[in-house]
């Protein structure tokens, strides 16, 4: 005589209910099984990295950091960020460090900052 018992998993049934079928590896809790969770996020950290780029670039080095928020702010919107208003952000403040760029060439004919009188 044989004994057995019925053994409850509830990981097995959330990975079943998530739409994993046997032998595919189990979901990990808030991840999205089509692997979207982290191009997402990638989006957003360009969204963000594109305001602060943009923000900074304001001040110093406009002409490497307007570029670069523009591409970034470019590459999260592409991307479907979910920081839409923080990548446009990005791209208005990349595209002014340019303008300001090009007034400063315009005024001083070379591109250099001067803070002095």
């Known amino acids: 005589m044989t004994l057995t018992a019925s053994v409850h998993r509830p990981e097995a049934d959330d990975a079943t209910a998530a739409g994993a079928g046997p032998g595919s590896e189990p979901v990990a809790a808030g991840a999205r099984p089509d692997g979207r969770g982290d191009r997402t996020r990638d989006a957003d950290a360009l969204a963000v990295a594109s305001f602060v780029l943009g923000l900074v670039g304001l001040l110093v080095m ?24 923080r990548a446009l952000l990005g791209l208005a403040l990349g595209l002014a460090d340019l303008v300001v760029l090009a007034l400063l060439v315009a005024g001083n004919g070379v591109v250099a900052w001067n803070f002095g009188g």
């Open 62 to 85: 406009n002409i490497l950091l307007g570029p670069a928020a523009i591409v970034m702010a470019v590459l999260a919107l592409v991307r479907s960020t979910s920081r839409r208003g």
